[in-house]
Each structure stands twice: as C-alpha cells, then as structure tokens.
C-alpha cells in the first residue's frame, strides 16, 4: 500500500530524510528502520547504484516492491541520473520521482537538457528535481564553495518546470566527516524565492544539529548516502573482526544492516 508520491511526503512536513541504498539489504534496513521511527522515507537508487547492479529492473523492482510493503510511506526516487534512458526505465517502472543531473554543463544546456525529461516525467505524472550549481565530490574532488544564485535557481525553476531543485549551499558529496559549513543565510534566501521544494545533496558531512537548522531554514529533501554506508561498513567489520571465520555473507551483511536500521531511525527522528 505506501509507495506514495514524492510530493504527498514533502507537502506533508517540512523536511524528509532522502535515503540512498546500494543493494537489498540497505533497501530492507532503511524501509524497517523507517518504520521504527513512523517516518516516512524517501528511499533512493541512483544510477551508480544501478550500475553496480548492471540494470535498473532488478534492484528498482525489489525497493519498489519493498515500498509497496512497507507500514510508512515511502517514495522510490531515481538519483542522480545522467542518462535519459535511465530516466524513462524509472518512469516506466513505476518510481515515484526522478532527479535528472545535468549540472555539469552549462546553464544554457542544463535549461534544455532539464526540461526535455521535465516535461517526459510530467506527462507520466512523475516528480523531478533537478541540479543547479554543481554540488561537488562525487568524483572525489570536494568543492564546498559552489554555490547557488537565487534569480538564476528562480529562473531556473521557471524555464525547465521542475517540481525541485538540488543547490549549492555548502555541501559536497562523500564527506567522512561531518563538519561542512553550510550558509544558512542562503538557505533562507533561496527558500525565500524558489517557488518549489529545495534538496540539500551531500548531507553525510552535515553535523545533527545543523541539519535540524537546514530544515528549519527552508530545505525540504535530506539527501544522505555516505553515512549510512559507514554505518553498514563498521557493522560487517566488527562482525567479522568478531568472526574471522565467518563465510555465510547473511552473518555479516545482517550485522551490517542492523546497524544501519539503527542509524536510519536515528536521522529520521532528526526531521
Ligand atoms: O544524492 C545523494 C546525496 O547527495 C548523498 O550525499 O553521500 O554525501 O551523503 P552523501
Ligand atoms: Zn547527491
């Protein structure tokens, strides 16, 4: 019953904890650990997930499946994706929203090449968000001084018909630690200005408490990947430091996703 549309979560409350998995056990810990907090969850795959797993269909089918099961809602969301055909995959699968990256290129073809899939989900009654002013780090070169103009995101928003918008504010992707500054007063300038919902990328290197002020501040999606990786990653290590002889992957890759459900209800009890 709650594979839910993005928008019904984000329109419901001020900030929602965007969560990405890897494979099947990220998927049942994050929809579980949601459960434990009565949260509901925005749950990702994005395309460098997908293509750890060589194809959309299977890992998208099991989350979406999964979030049909679920006892919260729970939004499947694509994230970023680069490639159109990807995009159409999600679409005709069923994901409740998209976000289409062209954030590498310039403004100009960002425009066009936003509001060709904008307008491809729409007619499909699906949710997109899109990126302006690159937040970095994905391909390990950090770079927490990019940051989003409000005229250029308001006129952004205007010329590709977005539901969302991804901005620079501070961020960037794959921290280990968690000691980004975030400009707040431009959180609220945005927010202040962008008719549609704002996302905050790279949120692993954001401290508890300054997420709490991000929210407060105007940003509704909480993108978060790299820190419930650790999470995953320091629970299948204790195990099998535990365990040296251990060889059945359920042994540690449980251990692994039952401390990462502990850490999802955590950060959804943060919003
Ligand atoms: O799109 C996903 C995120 O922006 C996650 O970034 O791995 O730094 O938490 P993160
Ligand atoms: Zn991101």
Same mark, same amino acid.
């Given at each position: 019953?709650?594979?839910?549309?993005?928008?019904?979560?984000?329109?419901?409350?001020?900030?929602?904890?965007?969560?990405?998995?890897?494979?099947?056990?990220?998927?049942?810990?994050?929809?579980?650990?949601?459960?434990?907090?009565?949260?509901?969850?925005?749950?990702?795959?994005?395309?460098?997930?997908?293509?750890?797993?060589?194809?959309?269909?299977?890992?998208?089918?099991?989350?979406?499946?999964?979030?049909r099961a679920a006892k919260?809602?729970?939004?499947?969301?694509?994230?970023?994706?680069?490639?159109?055909?990807?995009?159409?995959? $999600? #679409? !005709?699968? @069923?994901? %409740?929203?998209? &976000?289409?990256?062209?954030?590498?290129?310039?403004?100009? /073809?960002?425009? +066009? =090449?936003?509001?060709?899939?904008?307008?491809?989900?729409?007619?499909?009654g699906v949710w997109v968000?899109?990126?302006?002013?690159?937040?970095?780090?994905?391909?390990?070169?950090?770079?927490?001084?990019?940051?989003?103009?409000?005229?250029?995101?308001?006129?952004?928003?205007?010329?590709?018909?977005?539901?969302?918008? $991804? #901005? !620079?504010? @501070?961020? %960037?992707?794959? &921290?280990?630690?968690?000691?980004?500054?975030?400009?707040? /007063?431009?959180? +609220? =300038?945005?927010?202040?200005?962008?008719?549609?919902?704002?996302?905050?990328?790279?949120?692993?290197?954001?401290?508890?408490?300054?997420?709490?002020?991000?929210?407060?501040?105007?940003?509704?999606?909480?993108?978060?990947?790299?820190?419930?990786?650790?999470?995953?990653?320091?629970?299948?290590?204790?195990?099998?430091?535990?365990?040296?002889?251990?060889?059945?992957?359920?042994?540690?890759?449980?251990?692994?996703?039952?401390?990462?459900?502990?850490?999802?209800?955590?950060?959804?009890?943060?919003?």
């Open positions: 019953m709650p594979l839910v549309p993005t928008t019904d979560i984000l329109a419901a409350r001020r900030g929602c904890g965007a969560l990405n998995a890897i494979g099947a056990e990220h998927v049942t810990a994050i929809i579980e650990g949601a459960e434990a907090a009565d949260s509901p969850v925005i749950l990702q795959l994005s395309q460098n997930a997908v293509r750890y797993h060589g194809a959309l269909a299977p890992i998208g089918s099991a989350a979406l499946a999964a979030a919260v809602d729970v939004a499947v969301h694509l994230d970023h994706a680069e490639s159109p055909e990807l995009v159409r995959e $999600a #679409v !005709a699968l @069923g994901f %409740s929203s998209v &976000m289409f990256d062209a954030s590498k290129l310039d403004y100009a /073809e960002n425009v +066009a =090449a936003t509001r060709e899939i904008a307008e491809l989900c729409q007619v499909n968000e899109a990126e302006l002013g690159e937040v970095g780090g994905k391909d390990g070169v950090h770079a927490p001084g990019a940051r989003t103009d409000p005229g250029e995101a308001v006129e952004f928003v205007a010329a590709t018909g977005v539901d969302a918008l $991804a #901005v !620079a504010v @501070g961020t %960037s992707h794959a &921290m280990l630690t968690r000691d980004a500054a975030l400009d707040f /007063e431009l959180i +609220a =300038a945005l927010h202040a200005v962008v008719p549609v919902p704002l996302v905050l990328h790279g949120s692993s290197g954001v401290a508890d408490g300054d997420l709490v002020e991000a929210v407060r501040a105007g940003m509704a999606k909480i993108n978060i990947a790299t820190q419930l990786n650790k999470e995953f990653t320091a629970g299948v290590r204790a195990f099998l430091d535990e365990n040296p002889a251990a060889v059945d992957p359920r042994k540690y890759l449980g251990a692994g996703r039952d401390r990462l459900r502990a850490e999802v209800t955590r950060l959804l009890g943060l919003f």
